[in-house]
């Protein structure tokens, strides 16, 4: 069997969760071949796990201080690039295509009628019963036809249909897991980052970790900006005490499982964010900010700490059931991953 794995790149949420995909199939023996489309080549970082890779163009959003812009977005489309990449890109010598919201991949597979199972957060979003806050019919035709699927499986933080599984989080060992009370991790790369240091420089009693794509090592007092690093995060992330981001869904997945509490800046325009925000604020997981407001910080340093939430490290299952091609039945498989993660205060 072989499988071509269409992954957006846009973000570094889709990647994380394909890096855990990547080590069940290597560990298993299966052939895969991995896409990613959404930014500049250049842009990728430690991408060992993916061999090689082959990576597109694609679609992306243009942000500017925190707001997706959309006729700038528009604009950099360049739909011709994208429909000639779509009918030059040979899919046919694939068992399937597992996609995780790429356009690429998605729609060459749809031209070749090769079966595509859609697994991403994105996918959560076309059942009824998750919350959406606002113009659902619109939003869930734009998921169809960005990629477009025969089978869609939704990835959320609670089982809102049975369609729907919880987020994979990898296991890590890190030399020092203890939280460290007056760290922050901070992860806003939508963000002017001149404006996120000026945002955090009157909260001196706090040690900010700040990675961001157009940083560079180095320590303004106690602000200490990072490049990006998997392996550095994952570090950071072990021991702060909490994180500020944007609302994506794989980081504020893996701080939920290790409860670390959360300050969430969802990106201007970005409906899937909004939804993430407004569903942990529901949750009670986490503060929500419309903008870098100081006094959302000052109270969200006096909260609690959140409680660790078990979400599974194997995919083994998912994978198991990619391979049996019961793609139909999402039961049972809802039932075996959501069957040992308690969401319980």
């Not at 846009?10 to 990547?22: E, L, S």
């Not at 604009?75 to 995780?100: P, T």
Request: aromatic content about 12%; overall charge neutral.
């Amino acid at each position: 069997m072989k499988i071509l794995y269409g992954i957006q790149g846009t973000g570094n949420g889709h990647i994380t969760r394909a890096r855990v995909m990547a080590s069940c199939f290597k560990e298993l023996g299966i052939d895969v071949d991995y896409v990613f489309s959404g930014r500049p080549d250049k842009d990728y970082f430690d991408m060992q796990d993916f061999a090689d890779y082959k990576t597109f163009r694609g679609l992306s959003f243009s942000t500017k201080n925190g707001q997706v812009k959309s006729y700038q977005t528009l604009k950099n489309a360049r739909v011709c690039k994208l429909v000639n990449d779509i009918k030059s890109f040979d899919v046919k010598k694939y068992d399937f295509v597992l996609n995780d919201f790429e356009p690429i991949s998605a729609w060459a597979a749809k031209r070749a009628g090769v079966p595509v199972v859609g697994i991403s957060h994105q996918a959560a979003f076309l059942s009824n019963s998750v919350p959406m806050f606002g113009q659902g019919l619109f939003r869930k035709s734009l998921i169809k036809h960005y990629a477009p699927a025969s089978t869609y499986l939704g990835v959320h933080w609670q089982p809102f249909a049975d369609n729907i599984i919880p987020p994979f989080i990898a296991n890590h060992d890190h030399g020092n897991p203890v939280a460290v009370m007056n760290k922050v991790l901070v992860y806003l790369p939508f963000e002017n980052l001149d404006n996120i240091i000026d945002y955090l420089k009157d909260f001196p009693e706090k040690e900010f970790y700040c990675y961001h794509p157009h940083a560079q090592d180095k320590s303004l007092g106690h602000i200490h900006l990072r490049t990006p690093s998997r392996a550095g995060f994952l570090n950071d992330l072990a021991n702060t005490s909490g994180v500020i981001g944007n609302a994506g869904f794989e980081l504020a997945s893996e701080a939920l499982k290790l409860g670390k509490k959360l300050l969430l800046k969802p990106l201007d325009g970005q409906f899937e964010q909004d939804a993430n925000a407004q569903t942990l604020l529901a949750m009670k997981m986490a503060h929500v900010m419309n903008y870098l407001n100081p006094q959302a910080l000052d109270d969200w340093n006096s909260a609690p700490q959140n409680k660790q939430i078990n979400f599974p490290s194997d995919p083994a299952p998912l994978v198991q059931w990619l391979l049996n091609k019961q793609w139909h039945d999402t039961h049972s498989l809802h039932k075996d991953l959501w069957g040992n993660v308690n969401l319980k205060a």
